[in-house]
Protein backbone atom coordinates (compact mmCIF):
# COMPACT_ATOMS: atom_id res chain seq x y z
CA UNK A 1 0.00 0.00 0.00
CA UNK A 2 1.52 3.06 -0.87
CA UNK A 3 2.44 5.74 1.84
CA UNK A 4 4.26 9.02 2.73
CA UNK A 5 7.45 8.59 4.04
CA UNK A 6 9.39 11.27 6.43
CA UNK A 7 12.84 11.70 7.40
CA UNK A 8 14.37 12.16 9.91
CA UNK A 9 12.20 9.99 12.14
CA UNK A 10 13.71 12.26 15.14
CA UNK A 11 16.19 15.35 14.76
CA UNK A 12 17.79 17.24 17.63
CA UNK A 13 19.52 20.72 16.92
CA UNK A 14 20.44 23.65 18.39
CA UNK A 15 18.56 26.70 18.68
CA UNK A 16 19.53 29.33 15.70
CA UNK A 17 20.26 26.48 13.29
CA UNK A 18 18.89 25.71 10.36
CA UNK A 19 16.41 22.29 9.98
CA UNK A 20 14.96 20.50 6.54
CA UNK A 21 12.40 18.04 7.31
CA UNK A 22 11.52 15.83 4.44
CA UNK A 23 8.47 14.37 2.99
CA UNK A 24 7.82 11.95 0.06
CA UNK A 25 4.28 11.95 -0.51
CA UNK A 26 2.25 9.21 -2.67
CA UNK A 27 3.37 9.13 -6.03
CA UNK A 28 -0.52 10.05 -7.85
CA UNK A 29 -0.83 13.05 -5.17
CA UNK A 30 -1.21 16.74 -6.09
CA UNK A 31 -1.68 18.49 -2.90
CA UNK A 32 0.75 18.37 -0.22
CA UNK A 33 0.35 19.81 3.77
CA UNK A 34 2.71 20.45 6.89
CA UNK A 35 1.00 19.98 9.93
CA UNK A 36 2.61 20.15 13.52
CA UNK A 37 1.65 18.85 16.67
CA UNK A 38 3.05 20.52 19.84
CA UNK A 39 3.31 17.99 22.57
CA UNK A 40 -0.16 17.87 24.34
CA UNK A 41 -1.29 19.97 22.01
CA UNK A 42 -3.54 20.19 18.71
CA UNK A 43 -2.52 19.00 15.04
CA UNK A 44 -2.02 22.61 13.59
CA UNK A 45 -2.27 23.18 10.08
CA UNK A 46 0.90 25.13 8.13
CA UNK A 47 0.82 25.15 4.76
CA UNK A 48 -0.92 23.38 2.01
CA UNK A 49 1.17 23.19 -1.70
CA UNK A 50 -0.19 22.78 -5.00
CA UNK A 51 1.22 23.08 -8.25
CA UNK A 52 4.44 24.68 -6.98
CA UNK A 53 3.29 26.85 -4.93
CA UNK A 54 1.89 27.48 -1.79
CA UNK A 55 -2.08 27.66 -1.73
CA UNK A 56 -2.22 28.81 1.89
CA UNK A 57 -0.55 29.39 4.96
CA UNK A 58 -0.93 29.47 8.43
CA UNK A 59 -0.21 32.39 11.28
CA UNK A 60 2.28 29.92 12.41
CA UNK A 61 4.04 29.56 8.96
CA UNK A 62 6.42 32.82 9.41
CA UNK A 63 9.23 33.82 7.04
CA UNK A 64 11.36 31.24 8.96
CA UNK A 65 9.51 28.75 7.57
CA UNK A 66 9.65 27.63 3.86
CA UNK A 67 8.94 24.74 1.55
CA UNK A 68 9.83 23.61 -2.36
CA UNK A 69 9.29 20.34 -4.11
CA UNK A 70 12.87 20.82 -5.77
CA UNK A 71 12.34 17.38 -7.62
CA UNK A 72 8.96 16.41 -8.39
CA UNK A 73 8.60 13.84 -5.45
CA UNK A 74 10.55 15.32 -2.11
CA UNK A 75 8.49 17.66 -0.21
CA UNK A 76 10.58 19.14 1.71
CA UNK A 77 9.65 21.96 5.04
CA UNK A 78 12.70 24.08 6.25
CA UNK A 79 12.93 26.12 9.31
CA UNK A 80 15.61 29.29 8.60
CA UNK A 81 16.79 30.04 12.64
CA UNK A 82 14.92 26.94 14.67
CA UNK A 83 13.55 28.73 18.28
CA UNK A 84 12.84 26.65 21.44
CA UNK A 85 8.72 26.68 20.80
CA UNK A 86 9.69 24.88 17.41
CA UNK A 87 10.08 21.72 18.63
CA UNK A 88 7.02 19.62 17.91
CA UNK A 89 6.23 17.16 15.58
CA UNK A 90 6.07 17.67 11.89
CA UNK A 91 3.24 15.72 9.89
CA UNK A 92 3.50 16.01 5.80
CA UNK A 93 0.30 14.79 4.70
CA UNK A 94 -0.70 14.39 0.53
CA UNK A 95 -4.09 14.01 -1.46
CA UNK A 96 -4.85 13.25 -4.91
CA UNK A 97 -8.05 15.08 -5.12
CA UNK A 98 -10.17 13.43 -2.59
CA UNK A 99 -10.58 14.86 1.28
CA UNK A 100 -8.61 12.00 2.35
CA UNK A 101 -5.66 13.22 3.74
CA UNK A 102 -2.37 10.61 3.93
CA UNK A 103 -0.59 11.13 6.53
CA UNK A 104 3.37 10.30 7.11
CA UNK A 105 4.41 9.24 10.56
CA UNK A 106 6.36 12.59 11.34
CA UNK A 107 9.54 13.84 12.32
CA UNK A 108 9.82 15.15 15.80
CA UNK A 109 12.04 18.10 16.08
CA UNK A 110 13.98 18.51 19.66
CA UNK A 111 15.07 22.32 19.65
CA UNK A 112 17.81 22.77 22.38
CA UNK B 1 -11.52 30.74 12.75
CA UNK B 2 -12.42 27.27 12.36
CA UNK B 3 -12.55 26.04 16.30
CA UNK B 4 -13.24 22.40 16.76
CA UNK B 5 -13.37 21.13 20.72
CA UNK B 6 -13.16 17.85 21.55
CA UNK B 7 -14.15 15.84 24.73
CA UNK B 8 -13.02 13.70 26.56
CA UNK B 9 -9.52 14.06 26.77
CA UNK B 10 -9.30 10.50 27.81
CA UNK B 11 -11.62 7.30 27.92
CA UNK B 12 -11.12 4.29 29.60
CA UNK B 13 -13.23 1.16 28.87
CA UNK B 14 -13.71 -2.47 29.61
CA UNK B 15 -13.17 -4.51 26.00
CA UNK B 16 -16.52 -5.24 24.40
CA UNK B 17 -17.97 -1.91 26.09
CA UNK B 18 -19.15 0.99 23.57
CA UNK B 19 -17.29 4.24 23.81
CA UNK B 20 -18.60 7.56 22.31
CA UNK B 21 -16.28 10.71 21.89
CA UNK B 22 -17.78 14.13 21.12
CA UNK B 23 -16.65 17.04 18.82
CA UNK B 24 -17.89 21.09 18.49
CA UNK B 25 -17.28 23.18 15.85
CA UNK B 26 -17.62 26.80 15.50
CA UNK B 27 -17.90 27.47 11.77
CA UNK B 28 -21.00 26.82 9.91
CA UNK B 29 -19.52 26.73 6.49
CA UNK B 30 -17.26 23.19 7.41
CA UNK B 31 -18.74 20.95 5.63
CA UNK B 32 -16.73 17.49 5.86
CA UNK B 33 -16.12 16.03 9.14
CA UNK B 34 -13.29 13.22 9.36
CA UNK B 35 -12.13 11.10 12.26
CA UNK B 36 -8.42 10.19 12.32
CA UNK B 37 -7.00 7.27 14.43
CA UNK B 38 -3.20 7.78 15.72
CA UNK B 39 -1.44 4.76 17.09
CA UNK B 40 1.87 5.43 19.21
CA UNK B 41 4.49 6.32 16.63
CA UNK B 42 2.83 6.51 13.50
CA UNK B 43 1.39 9.08 11.67
CA UNK B 44 -3.15 10.23 11.20
CA UNK B 45 -4.96 7.46 10.29
CA UNK B 46 -8.37 8.05 8.72
CA UNK B 47 -10.98 5.88 10.24
CA UNK B 48 -14.55 7.18 8.88
CA UNK B 49 -15.93 10.41 8.02
CA UNK B 50 -19.08 12.12 7.00
CA UNK B 51 -19.87 14.87 4.98
CA UNK B 52 -22.57 17.83 5.45
CA UNK B 53 -25.01 16.17 4.06
CA UNK B 54 -25.36 12.79 6.23
CA UNK B 55 -26.56 12.80 9.60
CA UNK B 56 -25.05 9.11 10.23
CA UNK B 57 -22.50 7.05 8.99
CA UNK B 58 -21.68 3.52 9.94
CA UNK B 59 -18.25 1.20 8.76
CA UNK B 60 -19.00 -2.41 10.58
CA UNK B 61 -18.42 -1.51 14.51
CA UNK B 62 -17.51 2.09 13.85
CA UNK B 63 -20.35 4.97 13.39
CA UNK B 64 -20.05 8.72 12.99
CA UNK B 65 -23.35 11.04 14.20
CA UNK B 66 -23.98 14.79 12.34
CA UNK B 67 -25.80 17.46 13.86
CA UNK B 68 -25.29 20.55 11.98
CA UNK B 69 -27.73 22.85 13.65
CA UNK B 70 -26.08 21.98 17.17
CA UNK B 71 -22.55 21.85 15.70
CA UNK B 72 -21.70 19.01 17.06
CA UNK B 73 -20.74 15.40 15.65
CA UNK B 74 -20.15 12.54 17.76
CA UNK B 75 -17.53 8.96 17.04
CA UNK B 76 -19.32 5.90 18.29
CA UNK B 77 -17.21 2.50 18.66
CA UNK B 78 -19.22 -0.49 19.16
CA UNK B 79 -17.51 -3.85 20.92
CA UNK B 80 -14.07 -2.30 21.49
CA UNK B 81 -11.44 -4.22 20.94
CA UNK B 82 -7.60 -3.82 23.28
CA UNK B 83 -6.59 -2.64 19.15
CA UNK B 84 -9.00 0.08 19.20
CA UNK B 85 -6.83 1.74 21.71
CA UNK B 86 -5.11 4.65 20.15
CA UNK B 87 -5.47 8.44 19.87
CA UNK B 88 -8.44 9.40 18.03
CA UNK B 89 -8.46 12.94 16.41
CA UNK B 90 -11.82 14.65 15.12
CA UNK B 91 -11.26 17.49 12.80
CA UNK B 92 -13.63 19.93 10.26
CA UNK B 93 -12.77 21.34 7.13
CA UNK B 94 -14.71 23.39 4.86
CA UNK B 95 -13.74 24.06 0.89
CA UNK B 96 -14.35 22.04 -2.46
CA UNK B 97 -11.40 20.97 -3.32
CA UNK B 98 -7.54 20.97 -3.56
CA UNK B 99 -5.76 23.50 -1.08
CA UNK B 100 -8.81 23.86 1.16
CA UNK B 101 -8.62 20.73 2.17
CA UNK B 102 -6.78 22.46 5.32
CA UNK B 103 -8.13 20.72 8.61
CA UNK B 104 -8.99 22.00 11.60
CA UNK B 105 -8.12 19.09 14.36
CA UNK B 106 -9.20 18.88 18.13
CA UNK B 107 -7.42 18.40 20.53
CA UNK B 108 -7.19 14.19 20.50
CA UNK B 109 -8.68 11.73 22.81
CA UNK B 110 -6.97 8.90 24.01
CA UNK B 111 -8.77 5.54 24.53
CA UNK B 112 -7.79 2.83 26.93
CA UNK B 113 -9.84 -0.78 26.26
CA UNK B 114 -8.78 -2.83 28.68
CA UNK B 115 -8.95 -6.63 28.31
Known amino acids: EPEVTQTPSHQVTQMGQEVILRCVPISNHLYFYWYRQILGQKVEFLVSFYNNEISEKSEIFDDQFSVERPDGSNFTLKIRSTKLEDSAMYFC??????????FGEGSRLTVL | GENVEQHPSTLSVQEGDSAVIKCTYS??????FPWYKQELGKGPQLIIDIRSNVGEKKDQRIAVTLNKTAKHFSLHITETQPEDSAVYFC??????????????FGKGTLLTVNP
Open chain 2, 91 to 104: AAQKGSGGSNYKLT
Open chain 1, 93 to 102: ASTVSSRELF
Open chain 2, 27 to 32: DSASNY
